[in-house]
């Protein structure tokens, strides 16, 4: 299927067989005897050297191979006379695609920060480091995939818009076709939604869980993996407008098949990730010991690969909220008040709080269960002291929460009551309900932030990096 990639060549046997390259130049060189051209197509982190004469080509020519350009090379698959590669090219025809002229081309063979990466985004897919993020993002989704389909999962399509608030926390895109200058208005003066183009109050899907407990009242076990949007305006290194979770739903799964059921997939998807993206995943762990040069001793990271292993490796702590807050009651900087956000049962757990328990006291993931039901979704499965719900987050080193699932309520009556309670119009989740009257079950699910997973596995330390075009607050250029 089309030219052989630079991944392909680089693997093959040299035996001044002719080959074709074509990619964008990384650098130039040149020398009293030769010129060498790195050549990059994106396929592979590593790039292929192609060496031409000096007066081979007219000067013209040579010129405007310069970093960024597209070019065409047409010569000879030889053994590499240098120590960095085993073969390289011997040129016989270089042909332009495109010129980069230097004095304008933004990437060039230097350093160039994050910050500045993300105003060009849609360059920075050029370089060593978005380059291998890519790569490594889309081999995750793949495993994604590969590992529901392995096991018996249907991937379900929900939609992307809705009528429905799924996690009931507001913080929702609204889609409309009104025209914002010319509002119709019922007559107590309200927005009259009937004229809007569903008839009705439309948003961008906060998450496809509820229409995917649908789909597990039919076909066991589906999962979900697409676009989610949130408008909460948090500007943090955790935080996208648009993200990608993946949500799977299994019928007659309990709070304990749920645990199980993440922490197999999760471990299994990284180790897919160590397994198939090794030069990619070699090239940010060195990327990062250099960013950790610079840091004191006490400060640097262990080294990615090690990292990754230590998760595929080791059983997560299991423990539930109260037990959590137990932990943190009795915790040094608890009682040396150095957190800033007090500790106490019944708070949301905020990062820091969270962070303690992963990367001080447990020194490795956690998964906690069982939280107050005032700060968990109205759809949560009551436990039997009526005051906690059987939820449970992962909580991950370096990103906090990447996992929230739970025990689903199947009891019509308490569902109806927590619907109530939470002030939701069940009128809006008929259909939702419906599924407690005719042949309710027990099931569970649990919902992965794909961009936290990204950001774990390729140990970045800014969400916005880990996906091509990022969403967040005053920011959708591209
Ligand atoms: O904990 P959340 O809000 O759970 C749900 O949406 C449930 N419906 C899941 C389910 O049970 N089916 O979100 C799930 C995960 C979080 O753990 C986090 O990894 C990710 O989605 N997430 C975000 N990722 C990036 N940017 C945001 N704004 C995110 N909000 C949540």
Known sequence: MGPLQIKEILQATPENQPVTLKGWVRTKRESKNAIFIALNDGSTIH????????????????????????????????????????????????????????????????????????????????????????????????????????????????????????????????VTTLDLNKIPRTEEGAINFKEDFFGREANLTVSGQLEGELGAMA??????????????????????????????????????????????????????????????????????????????????????LEKLSFVVDNPFERLTYTEAIEILLKSKPHKEKKFQYPVGWGIDLSSEHERYLVEKHFKKPVILTNYPKEIKSFYMKLDEDGKTVRAMDVLFPGIGEIIG?????????????????????????????????????????????????????????NIRDVIPFPRYPKSAEF
């Not at 191979?65 to 597209?70: E, L, M, S, Y």
């Not at 989704?141 to 939609?159: E, I, K, M, S, W």
């Not at 066991?220 to 407008?241: M, Q, V, W």
């Not at 569902?415 to 079950?441: C, M, S």
Request: include cysteine; proline fraction near 5%; hydrophobic fraction near 40%.
């Open 405 to 461: 699932g739970s025990q689903r309520e199947e009891n019509y009556e308490k569902l109806l009551g927590r619907v109530h309670e939470v002030g939701i119009d069940p009128q809006n989740l008929w259909w939702y309900l419906e599924t407690r009257k005719f042949g309710t079950a027990p099931h569970s699910g649990f919902g992965l932030g794909f961009e936290r997973l990204v950001l774990f596995v390729t140990g970045m330390s």
């Open 47 to 174: 790039n292929i050297q192609a060496v031409a004469q000096p007066g081979q080509f007219p000067d013209e020519l040579i010129q405007i191979v310069t970093t960024g350009a597209c070019l065409k090379i047409t010569g000879q698959l030889v053994e590499s006379q240098g120590s960095g590669q085993a073969v390289e090219v011997k040129v016989e025809s270089i042909e332009v695609y495109g010129a980069a002229d230097p004095d304008v081309y933004p990437l060039q063979p230097k350093k160039h920060s994050l910050e500045f990466l993300r105003e060009i985004a849609h360059l920075r897919p050029r370089t060593n480091t978005f380059g291998a993020i890519l790569r490594i993002r889309h081999a995750l989704a793949f495993a994604v995939h590969q590992y529901f389909n392995d096991r018996g999962f249907f991937y379900l399509h929900t939609p992307v818009i809705t009528a429905s608030d799924a996690e009931g926390a507001g913080e929702m895109f609204r």
């Open 219 to 304: 076909l066991s076990k589906i999962y979900t993996f697409g676009p989610t949007f949130r408008a909460e305006n948090s500007n943090t290194t955790r935080h996208l407008a648009e993200f990608w979770m993946i949500e799977p739903e299994m019928a007659f799964f309990e709070l304990e098949d749920n645990m199980d059921a993440a922490e197999d997939f999760v471990k299994t998807v990284i180790a897919y990730a160590l397994e198939n993206c090794k030069d990619d995943l070699n090239f940010l762990q060195n990327r990062l010991a250099e960013e950790d040069k610079n840091k004191p001793q006490n400060e640097r990271s262990i080294p990615l």
